[in-house]
């Protein structure tokens, strides 16, 4: 029986020191009673340095200084904190090295006394296996976070790409309709000018073919008429020549303004020697302007062509002995033009297309004409910034109203 007990001790003891996990037991007031191989390792200290005196030696703070007082209150309650239940706690080492374990607490009586049964199974590994892979984690997902930003990035770029070439194309849809609807103007307009150009062509020619027979003295009247003639039709040709290139280029948006200082007298009295040549007989033209008119600061090629068109227009829709004016007054930072003619007047119920492209009153069938210049004027006063109006009545005359201010 003593042998078996012997045997018994001897093979526990193998246990305890062989065991992986630390071992350590205390009596009831937390002074060290045994301490295992393993345990003195894992606290790096030697036994003898443990064993004697109290556990807490082994904890940090709080555990080192509250200890005691769980022990106390264990010993009088015996409410269970920890013991038969295990728990994470830190360890320190005899270097002052910090480390995790799981500490499972058995008590035991033996003799009559109380002692209790410390089983240490570090953590460090499995701890620090657990850092990796939240470390891990985290890189994993900085990775994604970065990858999802280069993915966003490559997305948004690729949208970019496709609106740039959606604009593109929205762009080349508007050029290309706009270039068809400039090619029907061409053609329209080209249909209509060979049309128009037949009756001054037909006039230059059989005015020249007279003037050749008028040779004599006494001709000198008819054949001044028929210089006038030929220079009234020289000057409706030139008018259409001008209204397609205007047009043209306005639709082209090639129109530049180029502004210089206009002397407004000069070149309204320039306009009208232009256009004598189409005066009937006993039409008469006059211009008159108010003292205080300073000289525009405008696009002066861009201003002969409207009062052109305009005066040009108060000529041919006037009957003969018809009385064309054209007066220049100041108006803020500007100038105004008031041009007017007491001939046919437009419809009042057509008034309202006078701007628009090949509009023609129903009472100009007999006038020869492109109805493309009041459309022209129009676009050119705003490209000036300015604005016109007119007041008519059919049969009794028409007036123009054009304010054009100083460009900044
Ligand atoms: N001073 C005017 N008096 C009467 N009608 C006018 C006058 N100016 C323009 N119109 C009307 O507006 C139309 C368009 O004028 P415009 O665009 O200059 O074309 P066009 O003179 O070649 O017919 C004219 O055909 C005419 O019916
Ligand atoms: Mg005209």
Do not use: W
Not at 152 to 177: C, H
Not at 204 to 231: C, Q
């Amino acid at each position: 029986m003593d042998n078996e007990l012997k045997d018994i001790a001897l093979r526990l003891q193998g246990i305890i020191e062989t065991a992986i996990d630390g071992i350590i037991t205390i009596d009831q007031k937390g002074i060290v009673e045994t301490v295992n191989p393993a345990a003195a390792n894992q606290f790096g200290y030697d036994p003898t340095e443990i064993i004697g005196h109290n556990i807490k030696m082994l904890m940090p703070d709080p555990y080192h200084s509250e200890h005691d007082g769980y022990l106390h209150r264990y010993n009088t309650t015996k409410e269970p904190r920890i013991i038969g239940i295990g728990r994470e706690v830190t360890g320190k080492t005899k270097e002052g090295k910090l480390f995790p374990f799981r500490l499972a607490v058995s008590e035991v009586i033996l003799n009559n006394r109380v002692i209790f049964t410390g089983i240490i199974h570090d953590l460090t590994d499995i701890k620090t296996a657990e850092q990796n892979l939240l470390n891990l984690n985290e890189q994993l997902e900085e990775k994604i976070q970065i990858r999802t930003d280069e993915l966003e990035q490559a997305v948004n770029r690729l949208l970019a790409t496709n609106k740039e070439v959606e604009d593109r194309e929205k762009k080349l849809a508007v050029a290309l309709s706009k270039e068809k609807e400039l090619n029907e103007l061409k053609s329209r307009f080209v249909s209509m000018a060979s049309h128009e150009f037949r009756t001054p062509l037909s006039t230059i020619m059989s005015s020249a073919s007279l003037i050749s027979k008028y040779t004599k003295e006494e001709h000198n009247e008819k054949r001044a008429k028929h210089v006038n003639r030929i220079k009234s039709a020289v000057v409706n040709l030139t008018g259409i020549l001008n209204d397609f290139l205007s047009l043209s280029k306005i639709e082209e948006g090639k129109v530049e303004v180029k502004k210089s200082e206009v002397e407004v007298e000069g070149l309204c009295k320039l306009v009208i020697e232009e256009v004598k040549g189409l005066l009937k007989n006993g039409q008469t033209i006059q211009h008159s302007i108010d003292d205080e008119v300073n000289s525009l600061l405008t696009d002066e090629r861009i201003l002969k062509n409207v009062l052109f068109n305009l005066i040009s227009n108060a000529i041919k829709y006037s009957k003969t002995e018809g009385e064309i004016s054209c007066h220049i007054s100041k108006i803020e930072n500007g100038v105004c033009f008031n041009i007017k003619d007491n001939g046919i007047g437009i419809p009042e119920e057509e008034q309202k297309h006078l701007f628009e492209r090949f509009f023609r009153a129903s009472n100009v069938e007999n006038i020869q004409g492109t109805g493309l210049g009041m459309s022209i004027v129009k676009r050119y006063v705003e490209l000036l910034g300015g604005d016109i109006s007119f007041e008519s009545a059919l049969g009794k005359g028409t007036t123009f109203t054009v304010n054009i201010k100083n460009l900044s």
